[in-house]
């Protein structure tokens, strides 16, 4: 009787529980976070991080640096939009940074940082980001942190394939995600027109190896397709460049629909050595352009913006072997070279699978013409199983972006899935997948696209960030994780919010920048016009309605203080120095009213503020940052009088005993 | 003399040359914005180092501009210190024991003389400020020590010799030595 009755419970109990359970909804998939990860990313107060992140402002037109494996934000780089915190863009010395064909552009949507390369691995001279939206390289110098050049890129439209560069940095490249019709061509046409009038243009700009200046050397007029991303080949494929391209149904209306009919998009593979030799052969056929070349001289601390007039273009359609096409599934995006330069992975971001061709297929089936078809009459459409090394199979939803960790294995991000994929790049096996929070774009493996990766760290580089840190209204931080590869399994280490938006980054052991690092600019070495090099030299010269103030900034004081005799309607330049000789003591200047921004001038560099004064009376100006004990008496005033005062021009400082 | 003591003569004056190329004596500066530290470097014949950033510091004190110029030392020190190397080869030529003695005696008046310059140069930077200082700190001097290390306000500051005037320290024992050799080991020729 009594074991009937246990039996009897237990039977109940069996029920109940299974009621529950098939009730309850399936548990999400947790990250697993490492039981060492607070261990792992902590870097003890007053030691440095391992590595420098940099990562792509997006639609601030900022690069952000980082430090990794903390997270810890080391310094915006103002590059594409003005900095009222520095002055760039705002001074004097800066404002021709930003002029392009259209005039001052002060903003932009920087999506790709790219780090310069020799013999394909990172060198931590330069690191280049592309202008989405008014179509510019950039080149920042990781000596100093600053931007040092920016050039403008003619007949095209939206640069977002850019600025990835070869294998030496021989080029860095631009590409339209808008096709449009060439610049100065017969261009008020209508938007229907697109397959007869519109075109691409892959833009190869040249960098010098030893200072990295730019210069648009050619670009090869292509088919109206949108152009997504690029990356070059290294090693055996060293001589070839490979872009992704959707639309090549070339939609010009409602291109959410009208772009994702066919099945296969392409991947176009591009010889640009051959490209290269055509040029200079002179090939090349000269055409009329306009687009601005932007260089900041570190000498000088002033910037010059040029208008270049021509550049040249091939047409691929009458240059055999220039271009192949690969068929890809569904609309690609990221396109990305194995380490070892024989595969390239494209992922296709409706696809359900990821293909990864081979280089060496792709040559032998050039060889044997395995074509399948031809675009714009003649261009080569190359079989898709003869150029194939295989697919990885079901790697989730929405394949965007692929890194390499040297070991032998990519990382896929899956935007629609919200997770990174693990795979083995040999057997295209999946190995493992951790969830994304949320949404992933681009992924940065520390020289994940070189040839020699650094591995070790993954960045998950999220588009939507909803719950993951104290909120801060409807307009939320930019998340991104840090994901610890060095094992089988990936392993959360670190969630950290970034200035918007984490685009993509690009990440380099610390040492290779810290060598170089500036310090301080010499004073003897400043060759600004208007540099005052000693106290004493400080003047005001007025010519006509323009005012120039010679002013030097030293601990704890500015040199004129007081400016009489300046008159409403006056151009006042505001010329200051910062004669320290030593590190981290820049001194800021602002002028009360200004209607620009304030400058922060480093030690032994020169920085031009313009004012123009609105009101008659006394305006103070001063130091902004926090220099030293006396910081707060750091301080002035002008005197501004009538357009026909006769107060006469007059300035002068109290007597300093020390420094005279 | 003998072999040994011509031979250490010959390497102490060989050494002093050093002083020409590196310098005998610096100042060191300590503070917590300074992890780095800054370092005024004293020669024969002039300052290097981080001047223009200790100047710079001092102004909030009202110390005076540092300035080589200022030190006439600098000017005829390495005639001087040229003469006292010369005076070593020259004892060393005539095999003189007598000069020698006279060597070691310019040797030990050199270097008290330039400390005690030194010391009057110390003294005179650290007291005589400038009335319209910034800083001005009651009972407060400025004298960084003759050798060794003091604390002023933020600043730890030491005063030690550097490579050249350890070398220079060197060749003087150097001497000292030889001299003790030539004279203590032979007492009966001591007349």
Redesign the interface.
């Given at each position: 009787m009594k074991r009937s009755y246990n039996t009897l419970i237990l039977l109940t109990s069996v029920m109940l529980a299974s009621l529950f359970t098939s009730s309850c909804k399936p548990g999400k998939v947790g990250a697993s976070i490492d039981a060492d990860a607070a261990q792992k990313v902590y870097v003890a107060p007053g030691k440095y991080d391992e590595l420098y992140a940099f990562l792509s402002g997006g639609f601030s037109g900022q690069i952000a640096a980082y430090g990794l494996p903390s997270g810890r934000l080391l310094k915006v780089i103002p590059v594409f939009s003005q900095n009222p915190e520095n002055g760039y863009g705002y001074t004097e010395e800066t404002k021709p940074m930003l002029n392009t064909s259209h005039g001052f552009v002060p903003w932009d949507d920087s999506h790709h940082p790219e780090l310069s390369k020799t013999n394909g691995e990172d060198d931590g001279r330069w690191i280049f980001i592309n202008g989405n939206n008014t179509p510019r390289i950039a080149r920042i110098d990781l000596a100093t942190f600053k931007t040092a050049e920016i050039l403008e890129l003619p007949n095209i439209g939206g640069n977002h394939a850019s600025p990835f560069c070869t294998e030496n940095t021989e080029y860095v490249v631009g590409n339209t995600r808008f096709s449009q019709p060439l610049d100065y061509t017969k261009n008020d046409v209508p938007i229907d027109s697109y397959k007869e009038n519109f075109k691409g243009a892959v833009s190869f700009v040249k960098v010098d190896k030893d200072k990295g200046t730019m210069n648009l050397a050619f670009q090869l007029i292509v088919p109206p397709f949108n152009y997504d991303l690029a990356h070059a080949g290294k090693g055996p494929s060293h001589d070839w460049i490979f872009f992704t391209c959707y639309n090549t149904e070339q939609a010009h209306t409602l291109l959410e629909v009208n772009a994702s009919q066919r099945d296969k998009d392409y991947v176009m593979a591009v010889n640009w050595k051959k490209a290269e030799e055509l040029i200079k052969a002179g090939k090349g056929t000269k055409i009329a352009a306009k687009y601005a070349h932007n260089v900041y001289n570190e000498s000088t601390h002033m910037a010059t913006s040029t208008m270049e007039k021509e550049t040249q273009i091939l047409d691929v359609t009458q240059f055999p072997g220039l271009v192949y096409y690969i068929p890809c599934p569904k609309s690609p995006h990221g396109v990305d070279v194995t380490p070892d330069g024989e595969y390239i992975v494209a992922s296709g971001k409706l696809a359900a699978v990821i293909p990864v061709f081979s280089f060496k297929k792709m040559l032998d089936a050039i060889d044997k013409k395995q074509f399948e078809g031809k675009i714009s009459g003649n261009l080569p459409v190359l079989k898709y199983e003869a150029v194939l090394h295989g697919e990885v199979k079901k790697p989730g939803l929405g394949p965007l972006h692929t890194e390499f960790d040297g070991k032998g294995f990519a990382y896929t991000t899956m935007f629609v899935s919200s997770e990174v994929v693990k795979w083995k790049i040999e057997n295209l096996e999946i190995i493992d997948r951790i969830p994304s929070f949320y949404s992933p774009g681009h992924l940065c493996i520390p020289g994940g696209d070189s040839k020699k990766p650094y591995g070790k760290y993954l960045l998950s580089l999220n588009k939507i960030t909803k719950d993951r840190y104290l909120p801060t209204g409807p307009e939320l931080a930019q998340a991104c994780q840090l994901i610890d590869i060095s094992g089988n399994k990936m392993k959360l280490l670190l969630d950290f919010p970034t200035i918007g938006e984490p685009h993509y980054a690009q990440a380099i052991p610390a040492e290779k920048i810290l060598k170089n690092q500036v310090k301080f600019f010499k004073l003897e070495d400043n060759k600004n016009p208007y540099v005052t090099r000693m106290e004493k030299d400080a003047k005001v010269v007025r010519t006509g309605s323009r005012v120039d103030v010679y002013m030097t900034a030293?601990?704890?004081h500015l040199a004129p203080d007081n400016i009489e005799g300046i008159k409403l309607g006056d151009d006042v330049y505001v010329h200051v120095t910062n004669l320290?000789?030593?590190?981290d003591v820049p001194h800021g200047f602002a002028i009360k009213g200004a209607n620009n921004a304030e400058l922060l001038i480093m030690p032994g560099e020169t920085m031009t503020l313009k004012w123009n004064p609105e009101r008659v009376g006394i305006v103070p100006f001063y130091c902004t940052d926090f220099c030293?004990?006396?910081h707060q008496?750091m301080q002035g005033y002008f005197r501004v009088s009538t357009a026909d005062s006769k107060v006469p021009l007059k300035f002068s400082i109290g007597n300093n005993?020390?420094?005279q | 003399m003998k072999l040994s003591s011509r031979i250490m003569i010959i390497i102490g004056a060989m050494l002093m040359i050093s002083a020409y190329f590196i310098p005998l004596w610096h100042i060191l500066l300590d503070a917590p914005q300074y992890p780095e530290g800054l370092e005024m470097k004293i020669s024969l014949n002039g300052l290097s180092g981080n001047i223009e950033q200790i100047n710079g510091l001092n102004h909030y004190i009202g110390m005076k501009f540092i300035k080589a110029d200022d030190f006439s030392e600098f000017k005829i020190l390495p005639y001087i210190f040229g003469l006292i190397i010369l005076t070593g080869f020259i004892t060393v030529f005539i095999n003189s024991r007598k000069l020698l003695r006279i060597w070691f005696i310019s040797l030990c008046l050199f270097a008290m003389l330039g400390f005690a310059d030194f010391y009057m140069w110390e003294y005179n930077y650290g007291h005589n400020l400038n009335p319209h200082a910034a800083i001005k700190v009651e009972g407060m001097n400025y004298q960084p020590p003759l050798v060794g290390y003091k604390q002023l306000l933020n600043f730890t500051a030491g005063s030690l010799p550097d490579t050249g005037g350890i070398l220079v320290g060197l060749s003087g024992l150097l001497v000292a030595v030889s001299l003790f050799s030539e004279f203590r080991l032979s007492p009966h020729k001591l007349k």
């Amino acid at each position: 009787m009594k074991r009937s009755y246990n039996t009897l419970i237990l039977l109940t109990s069996v029920m109940l529980a299974s009621l529950f359970t098939s009730s309850c909804k399936p548990g999400k998939v947790g990250a697993s976070i490492d039981a060492d990860a607070a261990q792992k990313v902590y870097v003890a107060p007053g030691k440095y991080d391992e590595l420098y992140a940099f990562l792509s402002g997006g639609f601030s037109g900022q690069i952000a640096a980082y430090g990794l494996p903390s997270g810890r934000l080391l310094k915006v780089i103002p590059v594409f939009s003005q900095n009222p915190e520095n002055g760039y863009g705002y001074t004097e010395e800066t404002k021709p940074m930003l002029n392009t064909s259209h005039g001052f552009v002060p903003w932009d949507d920087s999506h790709h940082p790219e780090l310069s390369k020799t013999n394909g691995e990172d060198d931590g001279r330069w690191i280049f980001i592309n202008g989405n939206n008014t179509p510019r390289i950039a080149r920042i110098d990781l000596a100093t942190f600053k931007t040092a050049e920016i050039l403008e890129l003619p007949n095209i439209g939206g640069n977002h394939a850019s600025p990835f560069c070869t294998e030496n940095t021989e080029y860095v490249v631009g590409n339209t995600r808008f096709s449009q019709p060439l610049d100065y061509t017969k261009n008020d046409v209508p938007i229907d027109s697109y397959k007869e009038n519109f075109k691409g243009a892959v833009s190869f700009v040249k960098v010098d190896k030893d200072k990295g200046t730019m210069n648009l050397a050619f670009q090869l007029i292509v088919p109206p397709f949108n152009y997504d991303l690029a990356h070059a080949g290294k090693g055996p494929s060293h001589d070839w460049i490979f872009f992704t391209c959707y639309n090549t149904e070339q939609a010009h209306t409602l291109l959410e629909v009208n772009a994702s009919q066919r099945d296969k998009d392409y991947v176009m593979a591009v010889n640009w050595k051959k490209a290269e030799e055509l040029i200079k052969a002179g090939k090349g056929t000269k055409i009329a352009a306009k687009y601005a070349h932007n260089v900041y001289n570190e000498s000088t601390h002033m910037a010059t913006s040029t208008m270049e007039k021509e550049t040249q273009i091939l047409d691929v359609t009458q240059f055999p072997g220039l271009v192949y096409y690969i068929p890809c599934p569904k609309s690609p995006h990221g396109v990305d070279v194995t380490p070892d330069g024989e595969y390239i992975v494209a992922s296709g971001k409706l696809a359900a699978v990821i293909p990864v061709f081979s280089f060496k297929k792709m040559l032998d089936a050039i060889d044997k013409k395995q074509f399948e078809g031809k675009i714009s009459g003649n261009l080569p459409v190359l079989k898709y199983e003869a150029v194939l090394h295989g697919e990885v199979k079901k790697p989730g939803l929405g394949p965007l972006h692929t890194e390499f960790d040297g070991k032998g294995f990519a990382y896929t991000t899956m935007f629609v899935s919200s997770e990174v994929v693990k795979w083995k790049i040999e057997n295209l096996e999946i190995i493992d997948r951790i969830p994304s929070f949320y949404s992933p774009g681009h992924l940065c493996i520390p020289g994940g696209d070189s040839k020699k990766p650094y591995g070790k760290y993954l960045l998950s580089l999220n588009k939507i960030t909803k719950d993951r840190y104290l909120p801060t209204g409807p307009e939320l931080a930019q998340a991104c994780q840090l994901i610890d590869i060095s094992g089988n399994k990936m392993k959360l280490l670190l969630d950290f919010p970034t200035i918007g938006e984490p685009h993509y980054a690009q990440a380099i052991p610390a040492e290779k920048i810290l060598k170089n690092q500036v310090k301080f600019f010499k004073l003897e070495d400043n060759k600004n016009p208007y540099v005052t090099r000693m106290e004493k030299d400080a003047k005001v010269v007025r010519t006509g309605s323009r005012v120039d103030v010679y002013m030097t900034a030293i601990r704890s004081h500015l040199a004129p203080d007081n400016i009489e005799g300046i008159k409403l309607g006056d151009d006042v330049y505001v010329h200051v120095t910062n004669l320290e000789q030593d590190w981290d003591v820049p001194h800021g200047f602002a002028i009360k009213g200004a209607n620009n921004a304030e400058l922060l001038i480093m030690p032994g560099e020169t920085m031009t503020l313009k004012w123009n004064p609105e009101r008659v009376g006394i305006v103070p100006f001063y130091c902004t940052d926090f220099c030293s004990a006396l910081h707060q008496e750091m301080q002035g005033y002008f005197r501004v009088s009538t357009a026909d005062s006769k107060v006469p021009l007059k300035f002068s400082i109290g007597n300093n005993p020390v420094t005279q | 003399m003998k072999l040994s003591s011509r031979i250490m003569i010959i390497i102490g004056a060989m050494l002093m040359i050093s002083a020409y190329f590196i310098p005998l004596w610096h100042i060191l500066l300590d503070a917590p914005q300074y992890p780095e530290g800054l370092e005024m470097k004293i020669s024969l014949n002039g300052l290097s180092g981080n001047i223009e950033q200790i100047n710079g510091l001092n102004h909030y004190i009202g110390m005076k501009f540092i300035k080589a110029d200022d030190f006439s030392e600098f000017k005829i020190l390495p005639y001087i210190f040229g003469l006292i190397i010369l005076t070593g080869f020259i004892t060393v030529f005539i095999n003189s024991r007598k000069l020698l003695r006279i060597w070691f005696i310019s040797l030990c008046l050199f270097a008290m003389l330039g400390f005690a310059d030194f010391y009057m140069w110390e003294y005179n930077y650290g007291h005589n400020l400038n009335p319209h200082a910034a800083i001005k700190v009651e009972g407060m001097n400025y004298q960084p020590p003759l050798v060794g290390y003091k604390q002023l306000l933020n600043f730890t500051a030491g005063s030690l010799p550097d490579t050249g005037g350890i070398l220079v320290g060197l060749s003087g024992l150097l001497v000292a030595v030889s001299l003790f050799s030539e004279f203590r080991l032979s007492p009966h020729k001591l007349k």
